[in-house]
């Protein structure tokens, strides 16, 4: 049986030492950056909390964690962002044509691995996955499209952020049910859990990204507020903002700048001064004792219990 | 049954129609934008030719075509092509973010139509289509390595476009001969036969950018002179030309110009001078024959006699 060390271990162990090593050295920088495999550890603590044969689920927990990667590489492209935990991105330390054809390999090494599921779950197993991708795809359409729209509702926003984010860690929930036999009903449920944990953690980032602490939080402070990106912070501060204050974002958020020491303090100020903060990690909670509540209509093992440490862990990283 | 006629009118009837428009416009316009659906045919011929039920093979037929168009895109983003088909290629129309993201859509999408191949049959069809989605990465990666080595031999190249061109069309054989139930050593066959057509189908392709009419080559004539690809044109004439004569092969392939008429002109010469058409075209008619010798090993009926004009078709096409 696959544990979730095992999955981990496994991850590491792919073996991209092969020709030609121009599309393959990529990959393995990639995969070798880390991160936590939360994605396959959700697949593998799903099947395990309806008893199912965590074998049978691993070759879709990897699938999961390499379409992952895959995403991060082709997004760090499209974003011409320069650094990815701590490390250049594929397409600085290489270039955009690398990034992008290693990028498209390492999607199709996730159907790769996925096509190991047993041959009687294997077509449930394809459609699930198609599904997510695809989900996946157009959440980054309408995030590309929401940066170009003067206005976008709080509600566009979070079906965004559904699907660019959520539907992944729900997907793998579903997967590790699915392959152990759960009915649809928890199936379903635990879907809806991770919808909810991945939003929760989505809107926890933006919060991060205004109030994190440098030292933890992995990526530059203020960076949102940059790009003028509209996170939830910022629709909700719009939301709270009358006229003049609105103003005063808006004219902000229309300024591209080289130094934006200035601009990050002020509208961090003016974030503070509309108390969005406390409105922020209020919809954060909401959505994480959602969760909880849906994970506690499911069996209660060992693996449902590491569900919730872990979703718990997601939820309080450090401001 | 589906038909080589029903295929083709499937494929231009799939809807695109569906939100966000930015992720599937974009690959409306580069699946509208035609082309002869040569390779889904291929997978309904062999499925015909040994009996089979060409409705299961039609999502595989299908899966083919779009993941054919979708290299076309994501080559034409690397290579920074203008003009596809004669018209804006999609990077050009829209920006290089759309053409990356709908790019990797169109993959999914493949994967989407595949997956309705019938389930005991989707193992295997998933397999072969894995296989050759990375060999044509590694062709495309190897494409992108010869282009900056000096040397390139002849084998590596065939080795290249085998990988780039001609496994595509040989796994849409073997998918419908497998489909189809055939044995393994008729879709062993029916995938060489493939292969020869498409190695066949690449090199007539380069002696068509030297020697072709431009008003049907589709292309620019010259292009692979003007940018110095090492194409199997010029590498037989590096074989046979001696010291003085590779020297200024040489020296033409280390420009790069704005103006690119007195180059092509001169290379041109040099290829005529050393006699390398007719190598070149000898070349073609090895691998035609071979693939018709093998053709001539498998069931003859009006589906091979299909089979058999299409290959010839490929082959004559207007210099």
Redesign the interface.
Known sequence: MATTMDIQDRIAKLNWER??Q??YEPIAYTMASGGKRVRPQLAILACEMFGGNTEEVAPAAIALEIFHNFTLL?DD??DKADVRRGRPTVHVKWN??TA??S???M???A??QL?SVP?SK??KA??LF?QM??EI??G???D??FEAQDHVEIADYLMMIRLKTAVLLATALKMGAYIANADEKAQEALYQFGINIGLAFQIQDDILDVWGDPATFGKAVGGDISCNKKTFVYLTALQKANGECAQELHMWYSQVNEDNTAKIAAVKGIFEQLDVRSACEKQVDEYTTHAMELLATLPQNAATEQLRQLAMKLHNRKL
Do not use: R
């Open positions: 020709q030609p121009g599309l082709h492209v499209m955009d044509n992008i054809l990028g498209d390999q999607l199709i090494e159907y790769k096509s041959a294997l077509p394809l459609q198609n991708a695809t795809c157009e980054q359409q309408y590309v499209d």
